[in-house]
């Protein structure tokens, strides 16, 4: 597959995936340039065109990754913007969502600038900077909204922290609403977390391991969900992990209230059992909860309360991880396996492929605002081709970030990237 750009190319006989438009046939993409010019079963291809048989493939849009964690700037070791953007490309991830947990932390207009002349000149796929909603992540002062919004950031959150005061958090969302701002929150309370690492059930009891309530986790969301009731703002939650949690946004969705929310790919493929060995790889934040949350979420999914599935990709350098499961570091890679996470689902026939696929591209998309996840005429023409059924292993060695974190090291899993494009740029491909 050439890596150059042709005037015009179609890419004929693949499986047409795009939920934003309902489509699901077998037929063909025509781009131009970095444009789609046409997708359907019925598209006439010019003659001039180059053309790429693709048979037995499926070509869906470009997967949009809502949350992605970096080193750069600050802890290169563990990932680069580059590193990153070569990981989700081989994912067939073309836009992602940078949350501002670096070194330093993303709470400056200069610092979105520098983040986004970092990713044109060192990432191959589409990057785009979150900002941070207070100074430093520290839940105190906020930061200047308005000055961080017209210098390119999405949107506002504190990463893998939440918003612990009360009033900074209202101040936040009211601020927000003037500008329909995006704020995303991490939904943790820091005091009922307090020294918990693991869900808090009998197994964490049996490890001798202090336990997260699921309390911790929708205390947030309660308190949030009044606030966004008063405010009028648009908020979403970054990841939710318990059964509570999506009843509590089901409830709040049919109250009429601007809130969305994700759940991260390995949240759907683990438990709480996943680390009953101290497997330290398997330590996220929010914890591995039980297995009647794991399909409470699965069901979240299938009505809609749940919008949006992110890899909640967060690099850890092996020394992060080789300690006690108490002293070691919270995070798994994903950006590279998310499309595959995802298609277990379907594979293992839990939810429908289109409804599943709108959660890593047109949703998302239209969380952010941005022009991605679908393959209509006239959008950028971004896009992966997948073997949807093909088998393989997990391999933390072989993945391309900087850092081999992968909780569902070893897992079997179904769906390759063949190739993944930018602009109609092959930005990976897998034959070579």
Not at 150 to 169: H, I, K, Q
Not at 370 to 394: M, R, Y
């Amino acid at each position: 597959m050439s890596q150059s750009i042709a005037p015009r190319r179609a890419y004929v006989n693949a499986r047409l995936l795009d939920p934003a438009q309902g489509l699901d046939e077998i037929g063909s993409l025509l781009t131009e340039g970095d444009r789609i010019v046409a997708c359907g079963a019925h598209i006439e291809v010019p003659t001039d065109a180059e053309t790429l048989d693709c048979t037995g493939l499926a070509l869906l849009p470009g997967l949009v990754d809502m949350q992605v964690f970096t080193g750069e700037p600050g802890e290169e070791h563990r990932e680069t913007i580059a590193s990153v953007s070569h990981a989700a490309a081989a994912g067939g991830v073309t836009s992602m969502a940078m949350m501002p947990n670096t070194s330093p932390v993303i709470d400056d207009a200069a610092l979105v600038d520098y983040i986004l002349r970092r990713a044109r000149a060192t990432s191959i796929v589409r990057l785009h900077p979150m900002a941070a909603i207070t100074k430093n992540c520290e839940g105190q002062q906020m930061t200047e909204f308005g000055l961080l919004q017209e210098a390119g950031a999405l949107g506002f959150t504190d990463g893998d922290r939440a918003v612990m005061n009360a009033l900074t958090m209202r101040r936040a969302l009211s601020y927000a609403a003037n500008f329909d701002a995006l704020i995303m929150q991490h939904a943790m309370d820091q005091d009922l977390q307090s020294a918990g690492v693991v869900h808090e059930s009998e197994l964490a009891t049996r490890l001798g391991l202090a336990g997260i309530p699921v309390a911790a986790e929708t205390a947030i969301i309660d308190r949030d969900l009044r606030l966004v009731e008063n405010t009028g703002a648009r908020y979403h939650i970054a990841q939710i992990s318990a059964a509570d949690s999506v009843d509590a946004i089901r409830a709040a969705k049919a109250r009429g209230l601007n809130v969305s929310c994700s759940v991260s790919a390995t949240h759907l493929m683990l438990n709480e059992n996943d680390v009953a060995n101290y497997r330290t790889f398997a330590k996220l934040n929010p914890p591995l909860r039980s297995e009647t949350d794991r399909l409470a979420l699965i069901d979240g999914i299938a009505d809609g309360t749940i919008d949006v599935v992110v890899s909640g990709h967060n690099p850890q350098d092996a020394e992060a991880k080789r300690q006690t499961f108490a002293k070691s570091a919270y995070g798994t890679v994903g950006v590279e396996t998310l499309l595959a996470s995802v298609l277990t689902l379907h594979h293992a026939d839990e939810l429908d492929l289109l409804p599943l696929l709108a959660t890593i591209t047109s949703q998302p998309a239209a969380l952010l605002g941005i022009e991605a996840g679908s393959l209509t005429a006239g959008n950028k023409a971004d896009f992966a081709l997948v073997d949807l059924e093909a088998p393989w292993v997990v391999n933390a060695d072989r993945l391309r970030s900087k850092s081999q974190n992968s909780a569902i090291e070893g897992r079997k899993v179904q769906g390759v990237v063949e190739a993944c494009y930018v602009s109609g740029k092959c930005v990976f491909d897998l034959g070579e």
